[in-house]
């Protein structure tokens, strides 16, 4: 491995990881240099175990001992960017990741035919702009079992910080794409002409309890779970064009849940 220590966080060789935005990161003019960061060890060791090329480390110093595991086997063209404990806090996040960030080659999403052939329990989600929503929901989705999550084009980026390090790098362990355009209808026609069960999570007057809805299709239903943003919910679009509207049953008057709690309670029940 290579070392470097650096004596600032303003050390242009560090742009990477906190001189470019998210946006910047996706972005590059070639889509081939697109690059994520990800904050933390855990979700940089799941990045690593899931194949995603790492490209440079920043490190506190503290954290070379506790990652020596990991950065023992990284090739010597890759660097690995020291800081001094007072710089590293100087960096704005340091304190959560606690020290360790690693930029990665952006990796590209299966395409939208093979993720629906391939799988049989899928999560959907539109809207959800909330980083850390769409982390946490990533997380439940590789806990919970569902095959792969499919993401509007409303919806924030998987990679980007945020969710990375929300999802606890689910987000490299879970297949997901995103969705074609025009929304919702050209993913809607691919679900179903390959047998999918589309339900919304929606308060209507029509929807059913997940307990129902879940033997009346049976066990060997292909699902597709439709998340909606914190707040509003799906739109009208999208639960109009879903075979049913599904609601959690809930008690003392309470009407939902937040959006990634709500959505773990379905993928329990929806995928045992």
Not at 113 to 142: I, P, Q
Not at 161 to 184: D, E, H, I, L, Y
Request: proline share 6%; hydrophobic share 45%.
């Amino acid at each position: 491995m290579t070392i470097i220590r650096v004596a600032n966080a303003n050390d242009t060789r560090l742009d990477a990881f906190c001189g470019l935005t998210n946006h910047q990161l996706r972005n590059r003019l070639d889509p081939k240099r697109s690059m994520l960061v990800a904050e933390s060890q855990t979700a940089i060791r799941v990045a690593l175990e899931e194949s995603v090329e790492p490209l440079a480390f920043l490190l506190d110093e503290r954290r070379l001992q506790t990652m020596d595991d990991v950065l023992k086997d990284i090739p010597k063209e890759i660097p690995i960017y020291v800081l001094p404990p007072d710089e590293a806090e100087k960096l704005t996040g340091y304190r959560v990741t606690r020290g360790a960030l690693c930029a990665m080659r952006r990796p590209a999403p299966p395409s939208i035919g093979d993720l629906v052939a391939n799988s049989k329990r899928l999560v959907v989600l539109e809207g959800m702009t909330d980083a850390s929503n769409v982390g946490a929901t990533f997380r439940n989705a590789a806990a919970l079992g569902s095959d792969g999550v499919i993401v509007a084009p409303t919806c924030a980026d998987p990679l980007c910080r945020r969710a990375v390090r929300v999802s606890m790098g689910n987000v490299f362990r879970v297949p997901w794409t995103f969705a074609p355009k025009p929304w919702p209808n050209e993913l809607m026609g691919i679900l179903k002409s390959e047998g999918f069960s589309c339900l919304a999570l929606a308060l209507r007057n029509d929807a059913i309890s997940l307990t129902d809805v879940r033997h009346e299709l049976g066990h060997d239903a292909r699902i597709a779970f439709f998340l909606g943003a914190e707040g509003p919910g799906l739109t009208t679009s999208v639960i109009n064009a879903c075979d049913k509207s599904v609601i959690i049953p809930m008690a003392r008057n309470v009407d939902s849940l937040n959006v990634a709690a709500a959505g773990a309670v379905a993928m329990w029940e929806l995928f045992k």
